[in-house]
């Protein structure tokens, strides 16, 4: 499991947070430019469903409004061990 | 263009029977220059010459019928052109003092007079026509002093009498010519520090006739040097080739700087034109130093390594300059900074000048780096020796050498990069519009011909040997190659580059084959990646101005770059800032300390002199009477 | 002299030698990785990683900035072809003339600059702001680099009197004083120098940096992916590998094959291997150590390495 300087080298994506409106483009295009076929993989609530900042001025939406979401991990914040074993699965199977 | 297409292919085939072993063929006649005479002898050497001029003026004749007139067009520039290019034939065959000057100022005119033709559209041109004549004048009449010297003491005109009784005279005598000759000659070639008029003039003539300057009238600059040092003085002390590989490897370095560092295409050109003069100055000058070491065989390496970068060079310059114009033509624009997406606009254009620029950068299997790697051959077995001017001047040359080689890397990329790759830096580039196949096709010819002497420089080296053992005056021909290899007798250097090209294919095959092994559909089309942000625009690419940036840095101690920065503030605050300007300029080293304080010098001095006749009759009767002592008593 | 060698063993030879650098490569790189990540504590990667890397990539999607031509399309082919003829043509597991004396060393030099400009034609050809950067920083420090490269090829030439490599390894094989004589030594420290800015390792270059103003040559394969990413990281590999076989047999040739047959073959592929792990995690062992330099002292670190090798050309003169 590695960190890539470019999402063209990557095969996945791990997005937290909510996605906000400054956000959603950005998200979009990195989306696109990791080459197929690609993962992504929404860590903690407010990925998942916006968590706390449901309905925030600021706030898009969750990541699955913007991108295709292959894995979630629910919590607030997720378990380290949690993390992994889904980064795990993620890699492995 | 017919007239001159056919000259070129009459004096191609007179030197192609020249060099490949016929008798050298004269002529003369009293008639053409009275007093003087009028001879014409071409021997294998000039005819190297006069066979590579007469290629790049066929090239530059087809050329010439789609490019698009500009001053070409005129009536003075048709007579003249085909004037110039028959100079560019004829001068390797003069065979005595009064024909060779006679047609050297010919040419001089001639050429000066096609830089001037685009004088009506750009004001440049008359300052760079004004640099070019100047100093081809003062070189002219150097030549003249070297010549006319030998000559007098010498007792005759001929080029055979010189050659004959040239190793005889008084050491000051052959010293003297030799040092004005080299000063006269390198002043066309372009050497550092007589170079200036090289990047004034090539940016500020036509396409083609740059071409021929720089692929043709250049190359005249190392013939004479040759002819003068190696045939008609038989070689010299060792200090006349220092100095000769000494500028040589100050040119080499200093153009290969400057053409890396500017912005503007043909002006880059210009600076590489310097840079290789100065590796053919380079091999020339290591030829004489070991002649007059004793190394014989060596010398005839030197030689051929030099004569071969001269054919190479007129091979891709006169390409690089004839797709230069017309990706100038196409754009209307020369800055580097303003190109750029230029390789799907102009599909034919574009890898031709790929393809000539990555020779110029001396990169396998293209022919500019065979030339490279002979002389880079020739010095090497120079070492070790007992002689201490070759042990120092060998590891120095490749020094020179590398260090050249790798500006000139820099150079080709940020040309290709800049220039033809990437997205359009302005709307010129973006709207640009293939030229007509006559422009790319006579580029395309010397480029074809840049692959193909690189997979077989077998095919030109007889030939190339055979001119400098003629001129060495050694005598007949030995082969330099052995089967499909290049090598130096006792296989102590072997290059084969046929195997090496063939090599390359198979390799590019196998990683295409590796490339689709996996492959999942068709290449997508994708936006860059840009951190995600919004708007990437063609601005936020890099120009030849950043490119360039970290070697301006590093070797700014000799560029001296001039920077210019404009702030003006809004309102009274100084903190709020309204607009901000930036300039960079870089100009010539040599100009900056050496011509600018001389022109001003001289400019001081006609001021003064100016005061000097100020219309009193008085003072002029004074002058005639001190004008009549001074004959008296020198006369007395 | 030119003995003349039976073509088959020289082409097989040859391809021996392009397979072990090939494979070797990225094990190489693999293994520099595990001891980097033991000595700062961690486990690392299994030293195989980046093969299976490559064939995870050689099966993802191929991209192509908008703005490209074919030059982006082919700058990793020339990238890895120049580096496989090169593997193919210089002396690795036996001293006999592969291809039948084609190239010598300023042939290999002149080679590997071929794939450089090619990268950075293909960087320049994304039209991107990190390509052109990427580009300019390495063609600078490529052009420093020259050089010191050309003046320590042309000290280990001049013993010889030759520069072609099967010349100089055999000659070297019947002259072991040669061998640490101080222009070898003094040349073999300039071209380590050179070797390490021209593959972009500490101290010049952090290969695993994420920044992008602080990267040169991860910067210009940014916009590769998939095969593409695939064939530039082989040849990254393969380039490093097959510099390190160079020094290696140009410095302790012993152990290469110096007659055909297949159990020379087999020590020589033995000891080139166990020579370049060993090169290798000298290497590694020594980025550990050592901090990225600023962008602006590289041109001092090629100039030291110049003056290095200039040295070794005078003693190798004066002797």
Redesign the interface.
């Known amino acids: 499991m590695r960190l890539e300087a470019s999402p063209r080298h990557a095969d996945g994506l791990l997005v937290t947070g909510p996605v906000t409106h400054n956000m959603a483009l950005p998200l979009r295009k990195t989306y696109e430019a990791v080459p197929e076929p690609r993962v992504v993989v929404a860590v903690g609530d407010c990925a998942r469903d916006c968590g706390v900042f449901r309905g925030a001025y600021g706030v898009a939406g969750a990541v699955s409004d913007i991108v295709p979401v292959d894995v979630e991990i629910p919590g607030c914040p997720p378990d380290p061990e949690t993390i992994i074993s889904v980064l795990r699965q993620v890699a492995g199977g | 263009m017919a007239l001159t297409f056919v000259t070129c292919l009459l004096g191609f085939l007179v030197a192609a029977r020249v060099l490949s072993g016929e008798v050298p063929a004269t002529f003369h006649t009293a008639r053409l220059l009275p007093l003087l005479g009028f001879s014409l002898r071409l021997d294998r050497l000039g005819a190297l010459f006069v066979a590579v001029a007469a290629g790049v003026g066929a090239c530059a004749s087809v050329f010439r019928l789609g490019y698009r007139g500009h001053g070409l067009a005129s009536r003075t520039a048709s007579f003249v052109f085909p004037l110039f290019v028959t100079m560019l034939l004829i001068v390797p065959a003069a065979s005595s003092v009064g024909t060779f000057l006679f047609l050297w100022e010919l040419m001089a005119v001639s050429s000066l007079l096609l830089v001037l033709a685009d004088h009506r559209q750009r004001d440049e041109v008359q300052r760079a026509a004004q640099w070019y004549g100047v100093m081809t004048q003062f070189g002219a009449v150097v030549l003249l002093l070297s010549l006319v010297l030998l000559a007098t003491h010498v007792g005759g005109q001929s080029f055979a009498l010189i050659s004959a009784r040239g190793p005889h005279l008084a050491p000051w005598v052959r010293s003297v010519a030799f040092v004005l000759a080299v000063v006269g000659f390198g002043s066309k070639a372009g050497a550092v520090p007589l170079h200036v008029w090289l990047p004034r003039a090539h940016p500020e003539a036509p396409g083609p006739v740059s071409a021929l300057m720089s692929a043709a009238m250049v190359n005249l600059g190392v013939y004479g040097i040759v002819r003068v040092g190696d045939t008609m003085l038989g070689g010299g002390p060792p200090w006349w080739w220092l100095l000769v590989m000494a500028i040589g490897g100050l040119s080499a370095v200093f153009g290969s700087l400057h053409s890396?560092t500017s912005t503007d295409l043909k002006r880059l050109l210009a600076y590489s034109t310097t840079d290789n003069v100065g590796l053919m100055l380079l091999g020339v000058g290591a030829s004489g130093l070991f002649a007059s070491t004793g190394h014989h065989a060596l010398a005839v390496v030197a030689l051929v390594a030099a004569l071969l970068h001269v054919v190479f060079h007129s091979i891709f310059k006169c390409s690089l300059f004839l797709s230069a114009s017309s990706i100038q033509q196409a754009t209307g624009e020369r800055d580097l900074d303003r190109l750029?997406?230029l390789?799907?606009r102009l599909p034919r254009s574009?890898p031709v000048f790929?393809i000539a620029a990555?020779t110029l950068?001396?990169?396998?299997p293209l022919c500019g780096?065979v030339s490279?790697?002979l002389l880079?051959?020739s010095m090497?077995?120079g070492?070790?020796?007992a002689s201490v001017a070759l042990?120092v001047a060998m590891?120095l040359g490749?020094?020179v050498?590398?260090?050249a080689?790798?500006?000139t890397?820099?150079t080709?990329?940020?040309a290709?990069?800049?220039g033809?790759?990437?997205?359009p830096r302005s709307e010129a580039a973006a709207e640009a519009v293939e030229v007509p196949a006559t422009m790319w096709g006579a580029a395309g010819l010397m480029g074809v011909l840049c692959v193909v002497l690189g997979v077989a420089p077998l095919l030109v080296l007889p030939a190339v040997v055979g001119s400098a053992r003629s001129g060495l005056g050694y005598g007949a021909a030995q082969p330099l190659g052995r089967g499909?290899?290049i090598g130096l007798t006792?296989?102590?250097?072997?290059?084969?580059p046929g195997?090496?090209a063939l090599?390359?294919v198979v390799?590019?095959a196998?990683?295409?084959g590796?490339?689709?092994?996996?492959?999942?559909?068709a290449?997508?089309?994708?936006?860059?990646?840009?951190?995600?942000?919004?708007v990437?625009t063609?601005r936020?690419?890099?120009t030849a101005t950043?490119?360039?940036?970290?070697?301006v840095?590093?070797f700014d101690d000799v560029l001296a770059p001039a920077h210019d920065l404009d702030v003006s503030h809004s309102g009274e605050s100084h903190y709020y800032v309204e607009a901000a300007a930036f300039h960079t300029a870089l100009d010539d080293a040599f100009e900056r300390h050496g011509y600018r304080p001389l022109s001003e010098g001289l400019s001081w001095w006609g001021r003064v002199a100016r005061r000097v006749p100020n219309g009193s009759v008085h003072r002029y009767l004074g002058f005639g009477l001190v004008a009549l002592v001074v004959v008296l008593v020198v006369v007395a | 002299m030119t003995t003349h060698w039976p073509w088959s063993s020289v082409v097989a030879t040859a391809v021996l030698q392009v397979l072990g650098v090939a494979i070797g490569g990225p094990l190489l790189v693999g293994m520099m990785r595990k001891i980097r990540c033991r000595l700062e504590g961690r486990q690392g990667p299994p030293v195989h990683q980046p093969l299976l890397d490559l064939r995870k990539l050689l099966r993802k999607e191929r991209t192509k900035p908008e703005a490209a031509s074919w030059v982006f399309g082919l700058a990793p082919l020339v990238l890895l072809a120049s580096v496989t003829v090169a593997a193919a043509v210089s002396p690795l597991l036996a001293t006999y003339p592969a291809l039948g004396w084609s190239a010598d060393l300023f042939a290999v030099v002149f080679l590997l600059l071929l794939g450089s400009v090619f990268l950075a034609l293909g960087a320049l050809d994304t039209g991107t702001a990190f390509g052109g950067m990427g580009a300019s920083r390495a063609i600078t420090i490529g052009a420093l680099a020259e050089p010191a490269l050309l003046v320590a090829v042309l000290a280990l030439s001049i013993p010889s009197r030759s520069s072609n490599l099967p010349t100089i390894v055999s000659r070297s094989l019947e002259h072991p004083a040669w061998l640490a004589s101080p222009e070898r030594l003094l040349a073999v420290v300039a071209l380590v120098i050179v070797i390490v800015a021209e593959t972009g390792r500490l101290p010049v270059d952090n290969p695993s940096t994420h920044l992008e103003l602080t990267m040169i040559h991860e910067a210009m394969v940014l916009e590769y992916a998939g095969p593409d990413l695939a064939l530039v990281k082989l040849a990254e590999a393969m380039r490093l590998a097959f510099l390190l076989a160079l020094v290696a047999t140009l410095f302790i040739p012993w152990g290469i094959a110096t007659a055909s047959g297949p159990a020379r073959l087999a020590l020589g592929l033995a000891s080139i291997a166990g020579k370049v792990a060993v090169l290798g995690a000298a290497l590694a062992a020594a980025e550990v150590l050592v901090a990225k330099l600023r962008l602006f002292r590289v041109p001092e670190l090629m100039a030291g390495g110049f003056v290095l090798a200039a040295l070794a050309v005078i003693a190798g003169a004066v002797r």
Not at chain 2, 490 to 496: D, E, I, S, T
């Open positions: 890396s750029g997406g390789m799907t574009g790929v990555l950068a001396a990169l396998p780096f490279e790697w880079l051959q090497l077995h070492l070790p020796s042990e590891p490749v020094t050498l590398a260090l080689g790798g500006l890397a820099a080709v990329v940020k290709i990069g800049v033809l790759l990437g997205q499909w290899s006792g296989g102590h250097g072997l290059l084969a195997l090496l090599g390359l390799a590019l196998g990683a295409a590796l490339r689709r092994i996996g492959q999942r559909g290449v997508r089309r994708a936006e860059a990646w840009g951190c995600g942000r919004q990437q063609a936020m690419q890099y950043s490119f360039a940036e970290p070697l840095r590093v």
